[in-house]
């Protein structure tokens, strides 16, 4: 079962930038941010197969990166221009397969304990 810990949360004015990280203890093949506000479904943010993104929220394009790094069993997520509607708590997943959706959260069989994002405005 793979590990997963997130790090970079934290607070910001509208318009700054955070970068989360996310640790893994191995390589999956397939990995997603997810992020959730109280009473909202998990809702997919970014996801990556290998080192190749492959796709983003429509809300978060142009404005967020997906990125891994191998070397470092690392996943991070490049947060610019940040939104208030964009604080949420995010999670990294990962999966060694993915049959559907990259953005179903039932794919992924590994989560992280999550970090709070929070824009004031």
């Known amino acids: 079962q793979i590990q997963l810990v997130e790090s970079g949360g934290g607070s910001v004015q509208a318009g700054g930038s955070l970068r989360l990280s996310c640790v893994a203890s191995?390589?999956?093949?397939?990995m997603a941010w997810f992020r959730q506000t109280p009473g909202q479904e998990r809702e997919g943010v970014a996801s990556i197969r290998d080192q190749e993104p492959t796709a983003y929220r429509d809300s978060v394009k142009g404005r967020f990166t997906i990125s891994k790094d191998w070397d470092k069993n690392t996943l991070y997520l490049q947060m610019n221009s940040l939104r208030p509607e964009d604080t949420a708590i995010y999670y990294c997943a990962s999966t060694f397969t993915l049959r559907g959706d990259s953005f179903d959260a039932n794919e992924y069989n590994a989560w992280g304990q999550g970090t709070q994002v929070t824009v004031a405005s």
């Open positions: 191995g390589y999956p093949l397939y």
